[in-house]
Each structure stands twice: as structure tokens, then as C-alpha cells.
């Protein structure tokens, strides 16, 4: 808040200096489904405009909506990981608006009953943990996309988008700073993905927010006039323009100017909001049920099925890798990497060394994956693999410069480590007669070292255990490479 702003009062006769900002999201997830919500159209962002559509999804008269159940099934599982009251039963209605992407000239959403209510998630600030409200969770389908061709002066209309299967989740006015708001929006996208509700690409529209921001008293309980900032898809946008919204409106306060209550657009480049148009109410979309659509039914047995499913909270999950003893930029990097700590609970399953099996993921399967741009469940090295290389290393087989060595082959191929090992010359050569052989002969070609050696800078030994592991490809035991490189000197 602006400081130094003394007594002056806005035309309601509150003390500008004592206004804290009230702060609301409305966030929308794509649903991670193959189809639509309402007809069979494949659901592909890099397909061709206008190639993923049908008589359904572009409004064409008679068409009949069918429901896709698996958004059922997602919304209500996110309802439930949120501690919602997921209803047995919630309805449908039409949204009535006009633009041109949305082909029905009304969305299909839902008013009352949504197919959750309430909820709640907690999150960190620094006076300590704040639980954020929930008021509820709807599914609705997504609108087309406007595509503006500036060389012919025309906008374009791709209708590939809609009929794309949402959850918008709405929750309580309970923020009161854009960091709290960002917190919260990486903390319940981490939980969407995680869970597999979505995607999440916000490059992509899959996850994205509504902000409602408005000033009020301090300690009052009554809401200010709010501005909403529509469509914003990045954390930054979202903390940049609630920044922008409090300055704006404290400044309307100050000057003693009303804040109208209208929606806003956020300009990334300038960092500033722009009036769109003035704020509709629910009224205004004269709501009505949708008579082609039956009540959507949640049952017993799938909430049942649902919460048998459920996977950890981050908060349990930190707390298992926590109890493995990893360091906290390690357990950080788990768990930034979606499928990380499923990847390594199963390599643990089969060699239960979770240190060992972390770092080895950290130096190579994780940046190999990154690099291909592989997702780290589908990598062709297995955590059967994996976890066989590390045993492999304990076991003194396969030496850490011969890892090095081996492990862009199995990433390739997905191979049995031992097999490639042996069939590479990798195999850590631990027999003393073997290591004094090529002791003998690094020794006889770098006798100005040995001489070194010999005159007592024993540092040198050092680089004749490079050239000896160079010699080997890395396959020599170090420590043995040592002691038959000290033997060997000793002739």
C-alpha cells in the first residue's frame, strides 16, 4: 500500500491510509481428457484451426451434447483433494453471452448445484500458514479462439478449443497481497498436476485465472468495489497486475474519484490494466438449466474408487523424502519434476538405497530426460535399471567414470546395465594382477613423474591414477589403481 497518503478520505469518507486490498481468483483448468465435454472431437493444441470440430461443439441446430464422464470423474477428484462437499448430484445451465468464438451463442455451465462446493488449501506466508476458502468448483465448456490477421485486417475464428472440458474454481475473497495470490495459484497448480486433473501448460491456456481485486477498510467486513482482471495465464502477469490494480485504485481513492466496478485486461508490455467493459452480474447471463443435458450424477462407489486413488499431499511427500535423509535442494528438484518421486519409490522397491538412487537421478536421468524432453516415467531406462546401475556401483562392478560412460547408452536403449557393461569393456578391473599390469605400463611411460614420485611430491600420484583410469576407460577400481601404481613405483 501506498505510504504516506495521511488523512485523505475517499467520497465515502474512509481514511485512504487504512484501506487494505481484498483480492478473489477464479482459475481454469483444462480437464486432462482425450475428448471434449460434450462430443467426441480429440482435444490436440497443435492441430490444424478448425480440424478437431463437429455438428456438437460448433452449435449447429439439433445437435444433442453428449457428457463425457472422465471430467466427471477429474472435477470430483479435485474436489475432494481440495476437502470439498462433492454433491451427488449437480446441474447444468446456459450462460448467455455473445462473441464470436463461442459458436452456441451461450456456455454450458454450471450455477446451482455445482458439482462442488466449499473446500479449502492452506498456504504459507510470512505470518504463518492462512487457509484460503473455497466457495466452489463447476465444470464448463471453454469458447473458441480468436486468431487476429493484422496483414488482412481480419480476425479469424479456430473452433478447436471449444467445447473443452473445465473446472473453474472459485474461491473466497481471503487474499490480501499479490504474493499471497501467487502462492496460492503454484501451490494449487502443483496440486492439479500431481493429482492428473490437468496438463497444466499455462502457455497453452490450461491453467489460468480471473482476479477480482477491490480496497476496503481495515477490519471492515464489507467488500469494496472490484475490478476484475480477466484471462491471465503466468504467475508473473498475475502478480504484476494485482500489483498494478492496488496502486490504480488506491490512486482513484486518493484523487476522491469512485472505482467502478468492470472488467480489465492486463498489458504484459506496459504492466498495466485497460478497461474492457463494464462488470456483468449473474443477471446479466440470465441463467437458465440446460434441457438437453441430465443432472450429472456423482455415486458412492466412485467417490469410493476416488479416494482409494488419491496420491500424497506435497506436504506428506516432503516429509517421506525428508525421512531418506536427501538434502533440500535435492528433494526440491523431486519434486519440481513431475513423476520424480514416483519414479524413485519404484527404483527403491527394487534396491533400497533411496540416497543413492536420488543422486543418481539428479546427475544423470533427470537431465537426460529434460534434454530429450521426455517425460521421467517414460524414459527407456526403468527404475529396475536404474536401481540395478546402483547396485552395480556398491557392488564395485561398475566404477563411478565407467557410469559416466555407460549411462547415455542405457538412457538410449534401455539395455540390462551388467550386460552393457561387459559387452563395453566397463567392468571395474578390482584383480590386483590386472591393475599392476597397466600400473607397470603407466609407469614405464611417465618416468619424470615417477621420478617426482619417488623424491617424495607424492601429490603427483594423483595424475598417474588419471592416466591409469584414462588407460582403463574408467573401468579401474581407484583405490586399487593406487596401490598398484605405488607398488609398481616401488620397482
Known sequence: MTEGVGARTNPT?????????????????????????????????GALPNSNICEICTGQPGALPRMNEKAIELAAKAGLALGSKVNSESLFSRKNYFYPDLPNGFQTSQL???????????????????????????????????????????????????????????????????????????????????????????EEGEFRCDVNVSLRPKGSETLGVRGEIKNLNSFRYAGQAIEYEIKRQTALYEQGQPVLQETLHFDPVKRETRTLRTKEEAHDYRYFPQPDLPPVRVSDELLAKLKNSMPATAEDTVKKLQAYDLREDLITLLMDRKGAVNYLDAAISHYDEPKKLAALMAEFLLPACQKADLAILDSPLGPS???????????????????????????????????????????????KGALLALAADVVARHPKEVSQYRSGQVKVLSFLVGKLMRESRGAADPKGAGEALIEAMKG
Open 13 to 45: 469518507g474512509e481514511n485512504v491510509s487504512e484501506m487494505e486490498p481484498v483480492i478473489g481468483l477464479e482459475i481454469h483448468a483444462q480437464l486432462k481428457t482425450k475428448t471434449k465435454l460434450f462430443c467426441s472431437c480429440a482435444i490436440d493444441p
Open 112 to 202: 446451482d448445484p455445482p458439482i462442488c462446493e466449499g473446500g479449502f488449501m492452506e498456504i504459507d506466508t510470512p505470518a504463518g500458514p492462512k487457509t484460503i476458502r473455497l466457495n466452489r468448483i463447476h465444470l464448463e465448456d471453454d469458447a473458441g479462439k480468436c486468431v487476429h490477421d493484422e496483414k488482412r485486417g481480419r480476425t479469424l475464428v479456430d473452433l478447436n478449443r471449444a467445447g473443452t472440458p473445465l473446472i473453474e474454481i472459485v474461491t473466497e475473497p481471503d487474499l490480501n497481497s499479490s504474493t499471497e495470490a501467487v502462492e496460492f495459484l503454484k501451490k494449487l497448480h502443483d496440486l492439479l498436476v500431481r493429482l492428473d486433473v490437468t496438463e497444466g501448460r499455462m
Open 385 to 431: 535399471k536404474l536401481a540395478k546401475l546402483a547396485k552395480l556401483m556398491d557392488k564395485g562392478v561398475v566404477g563411478r567414470r565407467a557410469a559416466q560412460e555407460l549411462f547415455p547408452l542405457l538412457f538410449q536403449s534401455g539395455g540390462d546395465p551388467e550386460q552393457l557393461a561387459k559387452e563395453r569393456g566397463l567392468v571395474q578391473i578390482s584383480d
